[in-house]
């Protein structure tokens, strides 16, 4: 996507949501980074990306100064900052500790998980079914359910390592919920998911999870390996 093509489809109306220029900076292009639309090995040019945002190239410098720190810039020789990208063994070591983290968080979230959490998780299923099929729909949707997941398993560190987890996943460029036929596997594995954790079975609710991570995984494999 071109800076023109992503200016064009930004809401002005946003900056207004945060304290200073350089938190709407950092949120803007955290967005475009963690969603895909600014893919792996992209440049990030200061003065290109303060133009598209709208301030001026300070926060713009501190917001890549975040990013950066948070390891999802690399700083490239004789090109800059660029968006960081993961090679094959990285993406299977990340999704390795993924599939146990996941796994973990629905085991939890089946012993620990309260009415309202329960509430929560079977009210996303539900909605899903009737979400429109688009990727970045799906995966904004995909974020929420998971994040229920972690809200219902009550434990703040491992809520915080799943979530950086999460952020190194969007390195590996687009989301798996644009493969073929993932959305409906997705939805099922996600109710089975749900209906283990409904049932207090923390041992079926990590290994529905773990497979549920090692699926994606899968797909991430065949994605990458397509001439397409």
């Known amino acids: 996507m071109t800076i023109e093509t992503a200016l064009a489809a930004r809401n002005p109306a946003?900056?207004?949501?945060?304290?200073?220029?350089?938190?709407?900076?950092?949120?803007?292009?955290?967005?475009?980074?963690?969603?895909?639309?600014?893919?792996?090995?992209r440049r990030m040019r200061e003065i290109e990306l303060a133009s598209w945002l709208?301030?001026?190239?300070?926060?713009?410098?501190?917001?890549?100064?975040?990013?950066?720190?948070?390891g999802l810039l690399?700083?490239?020789?004789?090109?800059g900052l660029v968006v960081a990208s993961l090679d094959d063994e990285a993406m299977d070591e990340l999704y390795e500790m993924r599939s146990v983290l996941e796994g973990a968080a629905a085991a939890m979230a089946a012993r620990h998980a309260s009415a309202r959490d329960l509430e929560a998780l079977v009210n996303l299923?539900?909605?899903?079914?009737?979400?429109?099929?688009?990727?970045?729909?799906?995966?904004?949707?995909?974020?929420?359910?998971?994040g229920a997941i972690y809200t219902a398993a009550h434990n703040r560190f491992?809520?915080?390592?799943?979530?950086?987890?999460?952020?190194?996943?969007?390195?590996l460029g687009p989301t798996t919920m644009a493969a073929e036929g993932r959305l409906a596997g997705a939805?099922?594995?996600?109710?089975?998911?749900?209906?283990?954790?409904?049932r207090r079975d923390a041992a079926q609710a990590e290994q529905d999870a773990r497979a549920?991570?090692?699926?994606?995984?899968?797909?991430?494999?065949?994605?990458?390996?397509?001439?397409?």
């Open 125 to 146: 299923v539900e909605t899903e079914a009737s979400l429109p099929a688009d990727p970045i729909v799906r995966y904004r949707h995909n974020l929420a359910f998971h």
């Open 74 to 79: 690399n700083l490239k020789p004789r090109t």
């Open 187 to 198: 939805a099922a594995e996600h109710r089975m998911i749900v209906e283990s954790i409904g």
């Open 158 to 171: 491992l809520m915080k390592s799943l979530h950086a987890l999460n952020d190194a996943i969007a390195l």
């Open 212 to 228: 549920h991570v090692l699926k994606a995984l899968d797909l991430r494999r065949a994605m990458r390996n397509s001439p397409y």
């Open 14 to 41: 946003e900056r207004e949501r945060y304290g200073s220029a350089a938190d709407y900076a950092y949120a803007a292009l955290r967005s475009e980074i963690v969603e895909g639309r600014f893919a792996p090995g």
């Open 54 to 70: 709208g301030v001026s190239r300070t926060p713009t410098r501190q917001a890549l100064s975040r990013l950066e720190i948070e």
